[in-house]
């Protein structure tokens, strides 16, 4: 991220960006207990766990000073959604409506083919549907 470069985990190129958070790859030494907690926490189910809390863990381990240079600011879930719903999710809710209606019509008609292939595209089109998060941030965006 700090240089922009072939990425072989997601087989596509990275294009550069980086706010100084990236300029050092140095790794951390480790002690054996730190890194069965690390490997314990990668157990964890994750998933359970509400971004927020992240987004204010980050903004407090971070000096006042450091944090306006950085510009780093966890943006709450509700403001993110007022801001991605309408302009993401519910086009893309209208696009699957449309889709559902062609590809019901068709399995009634009985052009299960067809179906198929419009399901094919939809799912194309939502696989190519790009989203920049403009923090890089928790994830929320």
């Not at 359970?48 to 204010?56: L, N, R």
């Not at 403001?79 to 062609?102: C, G």
């Not at 019901?104 to 989203?131: M, P, W, Y």
Request: net charge negative; hydrophobic share 40%; glycine share 4%.
């Amino acid at each position: 991220m700090n240089e922009g470069d072939f990425s072989p985990i997601l087989r596509c190129h990275v294009l550069k960006f980086n706010g100084s958070l990236f300029e050092s790859n140095t790794a951390q030494p480790l002690s054996l207990d730190q890194l069965n907690l690390l490997i314990e926490a990668a157990d964890a189910r994750w998933r359970d766990v509400e971004p927020a809390i992240f987004g204010t863990l980050l903004e407090r381990t971070l000096d006042p000073d450091e944090r306006h240079a950085l510009g780093a600011h966890y943006t709450p879930r509700p403001y993110v959604e007022r801001l991605v719903i309408p302009t993401l999710v519910e086009p893309l809710r209208d696009d699957w409506r449309n889709a559902l209606a062609v590809i019901t019509q068709q399995v009634n008609a009985g052009d299960t083919s067809a179906a198929i292939e419009a399901a094919r595209a939809f799912h194309k089109q939502l696989c190519n549907t790009r989203v920049l998060d403009p923090a890089c941030g928790s994830g929320n965006f």
